[in-house]
C-alpha cells in the first residue's frame, strides 16, 4: 500500500519507546555452556519427535556468543530498547542455592554493551525455561513452593542488575503456557499429564503468586533506590463474536475472560472474575486475604503481547481436550479464523497468525475501558514467514513487504487508541532475529534479520529493517531540539 513508510517518531507522543523482543531459550543457544543448567524446554525438545523440524535450542541463534554483533544491530536501526529474558538455569543451575556467576556475568557484559550504546534493557524473569532440577524435585509449577523459590530468583536478578535494569517483567504469558503443556514441564507423548482440568488454574495461580512475590521484594528492598517498573506481560488474542446472536457474543466474552480477566482481575482486585468462578467453581483456586492484598496494584504496567484476532463460537459441546488444552471447552467456545469461507485476515506463516490489524484497536479498548486505563507497552507484535514447505530461497524471505505492512497497519491501531486516550507507552516487535520457535523449530521465521542457521548463523537484513531504520532515525521527540 502506498501509505507504507509514512510513520515517524513525530507520530507518537514524546517518550514512546520502540523496541524489539526475543526469549533466552529461543535466541541465546549455549545450552550447556557457561555452567547452565538444563531447562523443561531442553528436556523437551530433545524428546524424539516434539519440534516438527526434529530441532532443539541448543545453538539457537547464538547469541551468547554474538550478543555485541546483535546490539550493534539495533542500534544500527536505531533502537530504544532491547527486551531479553534471563535463563533462569543460567543464573541457578538448580534453580537454586548455588548461584552460577559465569551466568551472572554474561548478563552483565549484555547490559552493558546495549546502555554503552544507549539501548535499555527490559528484562523478563520468566519466558518460560524452568530449571529442569525444579520441575524433577517439586514438580514445577505444580508446587506452591515454587513461589518462595522464584522470589529467590527474583531477588537474585534485582540485586545483581537492577542498578541498570529499569523495566522489569515478571511472567511472560501466563494464558499461553499454562494451557499449552509443553511449557509447564508435562512430557507425555500426548502432552497432558496429571488432572487437565485443575492443573492449568493451579499453576496460573502459583504464577499469579510468584509474580506478586517478586513484586513485593522489588518494592520493599529495591525500588526506592534503583527507581526502576516492574509490570507483567499478558498475551492476549481479539475474539470477534462470529455473529450477533447473543451466545456467540457472549462465547467471545468468555475467550477474552480466560485470557484478560482471568489474570488482570486479581492484579487490579485481588481476586478471580465471577465470569470464570461461576463455571470453573473450585477448580479455580481463592486468594488469602494477605494475597490478595498483596496482588491488588502488583504492577507498574502492563506488557501486550498481541499478535492476531479470531471469531469466537458459542460451542457447549466442543471436545474436552484440544492443542489449547481445556481452554475452549471450559469456556464453552471454539476458536474459529474464516466466516462463510472468508479468512478474518491474511493468513501469515503460523496457523494461528491471521493478520487483523483492527484486533489491536479492541484489545487496547478493552485494557482502558475495564481496568482503569493503565500503562501499556506492546512487548510482542509481529508476523512470520514459514520455510517448512522444504527450503525457501533467501532473497524471497529478504523481501518482506508483508511484515512491513504489518507493523505500519497495527502501529496505526496503536496511534489510534492512544488518541482515544489509551495509555500506551511504547512498542516492541517480536522479533529481532528468526529463532526457536517452540515447537516449531527453526520452520518459522519472525525476524527483522534473517538468521542462516546452517551457515555461521549470518544476521541478513530483511526490507522491514531499513522500513524501522527510517521510522527510527528521526529525532527522538524527547530530546529537546528546535526547528
Ligand atoms: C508468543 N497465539 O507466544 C511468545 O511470547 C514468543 O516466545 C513466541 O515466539 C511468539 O509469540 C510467536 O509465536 C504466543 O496463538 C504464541 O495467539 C501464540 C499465540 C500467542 C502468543
Redesign the pocket.
Known sequence: GERRGSLRRSDFPPGFVFGSST?AY?VEGAATEGGRGPSVWDTHSHLPGTIVDNTTGDHACDQYHRYLEDVDLMADIGMDAYRFSISWPRIFPDGRGRVNREGVEYYNRLIDALLARGIQPWVVLY?WDLPQALQDSLGGWMNREIVSIFGEYAELCFAEFGDRVKHWGTF??IH?ITFSYPNVGCRSPSGVCGDVHRQPYVIGHHMLLSHSKAVEIYRAKFQNRQRGSIGIIL?A?WYEPISDLQEDINAAERLMAFQIQWLMDPLVYGHYPAIMRNDLHDRLPTFSEDEAKAMKGSFDFIGL?H??SHYAKNDPDGPEFSKFGVELHDARAASIYAKNGVPIGPQAG?P?LQIVPWGMGKVLERFKVMYNNPLIYIT?NGVDESDDQGEVPAENILQDNFRIQYHHDYLGYVIGSMRNGSNVGGYFA??LLDNF??QDGFSKR?GLFYVDFKNGFTRIPKSSVAWFKKLLRHPKRSNHFVS
Request: negative net charge; without cysteine.
Open positions: 526469549s529461543q519466558h511472560n504469558e499461553h498475551d488474542q503481547n499478535y492476531t503460523s494461528w510482542e517480536w522479533s520457535e517452540w519472525f
